[in-house]
């Protein structure tokens, strides 16, 4: 079973980083595309960043291109998100996704979420 | 950036069709998805490239369309499908959800 647990959320001030973790089970984590998207409370939902299997690759909206660094370590099944220059409007929770293994078209498994909230 | 315009609300009777349309602002071909997503809960796929029934989901869903206009339909409806459902476009970056559709019983 595919399993994707997030970590890492809680409250941050403007202006300041959080980093935000994601512990994958169930396959094999280094075949697969990977992915952050988050929501903001009670709105839609927005694709973060997405990484290619093996870290060299990385693709982000330019609402957060410069501040977030998504990264993985394929020995630890584990999928990061660094987000730095936090601002209000990042407020949401922030959901691991599974993406393709040869493309990353579609958003497979999500995990729980970890809800950031970026106020003073 | 591409925009996915989606009907903000659904009534429907249990038993009965639900169709949800989703619109692009530009062709996507067919890199469609849509997703559900029930009060509380993380989003869960159901259909990928426009007509594909995701792993372990009912025959109940299904969806159709190609270029700018795409249709979700499940039939029929049951208790179980009240949530809010999201087209996706992986056509071109930046990857974008429409708005949802909240699905509401009559």
């Known amino acids: 079973e595919v399993q994707l647990v997030e970590s890492g959320g809680g409250l941050v001030q403007p202006g300041r980083s959080l980093k935000l973790s994601c512990a994958a089970s169930?396959?094999?984590?280094?075949?697969?595309?990977m992915a952050w998207v988050r929501q903001a409370p009670k709105k839609g939902l927005e694709w973060v960043a997405t990484?290619?299997?093996?870290?060299?690759?990385?693709y982000y909206p330019d609402s957060v291109k410069g501040r977030f660094t998504i990264s993985r370590d394929n020995a630890k099944s584990s999928l990061y998100l660094q987000m730095n220059s936090l601002k209000s409007e990042d407020t949401a929770t922030y959901y691991c996704?599974?993406?393709?293994?040869?493309?990353?078209?579609?958003?497979?498994?999500w995990g729980q979420g970890t809800l950031v909230t970026v106020s003073s | 950036d591409i925009v996915l315009t989606q009907s903000p609300a659904l009534a429907v009777s249990l038993g009965q069709r639900a169709t949800i349309s989703c619109r692009a602002s530009e062709s996507v071909r067919s890199s469609m998805h849509w997703y559900q997503q029930k009060s509380g809960q993380q989003p869960k796929l159901l259909i990928y490239g426009a007509s594909n029934l995701a792993s372990g989901v009912p025959a109940r869903f299904s969806g159709s369309g190609s270029g700018t206009d795409f249709t979700f339909t499940i039939d029929p409806v049951e208790a179980d499908d009240i949530a809010t459902y999201y087209c996706q476009q992986s056509r071109n970056d930046p990857y974008t959800f429409g708005a949802g559709t909240k699905l509401e019983l009559k």
């Open positions: 169930g396959f094999t984590f280094s075949n697969y595309y």
């Open positions: 996704a599974r993406q393709g293994q040869l493309a990353r078209d579609w958003f497979a498994y």
């Open positions: 990484i290619s299997t093996s870290g060299s690759r990385t």
